[in-house]
């Protein structure tokens, strides 16, 4: 990053940062490789820039159709017939859109937008470069075939299910995630109520005070 973390403020978080589309893409590479990073061009480094299981659950999770089925549909245009992992994103005011993601063998990164940076209306990630993405994909792996990869060493599987509130139907259906060894969490309770304190008050927000106007 060229500036200072308060230049770019707490977005920084969600990926707010202006990046090129070689170097974004060049980021999703190091997780295609397990966690090791090498610079544009040139082999993965020996040793992992990231946790190669954290880079493992990433992929996994990115290449979940079940998981994107609420947002994209079970039938989408990022559902592939081999193995990959895919990530759209919209910029504000859908500015442009972008989709990256790779497989096995490959990583593509792919940007859609206006050259003199107008917005382009009711064109998302989905409609605008998810569908790039995927054709190019597809014309890359017509003879390539494309696998899952292996889970690294220290990660294990558990199965989850997802509760609702109290007397009402589960959230989603109850899977198998994988888990950091030593993490695992079997039951995701949602909306509830927050638990009393001992002292018999509950817990409130105390900051931001009401009415606060953040500029």
Known sequence: LRETGDYYGYSLALGSAEVPLLSLTN??????????????GEPPQAAPAIDPRAAFIVGDILSDS????????????????????????????MRDNWAVGWSE?????VWVGNAEG???????????????????????????????????????QARTSFEGAQGTRPLEAARSEWFLAGTEQTRFVMYSPAPARASGSVLRIRSPAPRTIVA
């Open 27 to 40: 980021a999703f590479r190091t997780l295609a490789n397990g966690g090791r990073y090498g610079p544009v």
């Open 105 to 109: 063998r490959f990583t593509v990164g």
């Open 118 to 156: 107008a917005p382009m209306w009711d064109v998302s990630g989905t409609s605008g470069a998810a569908p790039v993405w995927a054709s190019v994909m597809q014309h890359l792996h017509t003879h390539t075939p494309s696998r899952a990869p292996r889970p690294p060493a220290g990660l294990v």
């Open 66 to 93: 079940n998981a994107r089925a609420r947002t994209f549909g079970t039938d989408s245009i990022l559902a592939t017939r081999f193995w990959s992992a895919v990530k759209t994103g919209t910029s504000k005011d």
